[in-house]
Nanobody
Framework: QVQLVESGGGLVQAGGSLRLTCAAS????????MEWYRQAQGKQRELVAA???????NYADSVKGRFTISRDNSKNTVYLQMNSLEPEDTAVYYC???????????????WGQGTQVTVSS
C-alpha cells in the first residue's frame, strides 16, 4: 500500500508564507510526477504546480512567481513553498503522485487527504 501525507497548512495573513510538505510512503519502487492541487469551497479542483522526477516544473498562472515546487527523490517528498499569499489562495491543498509500487509494472495515481490553507485579509 502507498500513502501520501500532507502537512504544513494553516492560517496566515495576506502577504505571508507557508510551506506544504507531502511525503509518500509504503511499498514504492519509484515516484514519477508529483503535483499539488487545490480546491476552494464551491469551486472545482485545480492544478497548482507539478514537478517531474527530473525536476522540470509547471505552475498555474495564478501562482507563478509566488509559489515554488520542489522535491527530494531520496525521501519521496514534494514541497510547495507559498509566498505572498492572497485570500484567493484559500483552499484545501492536495498532493498527488504517480507511483510505481514494488513488484508491479505500471504506475498508479495516489492522493493525499488534503490540508487546509486559509489566508486572511
Amino acid at each position: 500500500q502507498v500513502q501520501l501525507v500532507e502537512s504544513g497548512g494553516g492560517l496566515v495573513q495576506a502577504g505571508g508564507s507557508l510551506r506544504l510538505t507531502c511525503a509518500a510512503s509504503g511499498s514504492i519502487r519509484s515516484v514519477n510526477i508529483m503535483e499539488w492541487y487545490r480546491q476552494a469551497q464551491g469551486k472545482q479542483r485545480e492544478l497548482v504546480a507539478a514537478i517531474t522526477r527530473g525536476g522540470s516544473t509547471n505552475y498555474a498562472d495564478s501562482v507563478k512567481g509566488r509559489f515554488t515546487i520542489s522535491r527530494d527523490n531520496s525521501k519521496n517528498t514534494v514541497y510547495l513553498q507559498m509566498n505572498s499569499l492572497e485570500p484567493e489562495d484559500t483552499a484545501v491543498y492536495y498532493c498527488a503522485a504517480e507511483v510505481v509500487r514494488q513488484y508491479t509494472l505500471g504506475p498508479r495515481d495516489y492522493w493525499g487527504q488534503g490540508t487546509q490553507v486559509t489566508v486572511s485579509s
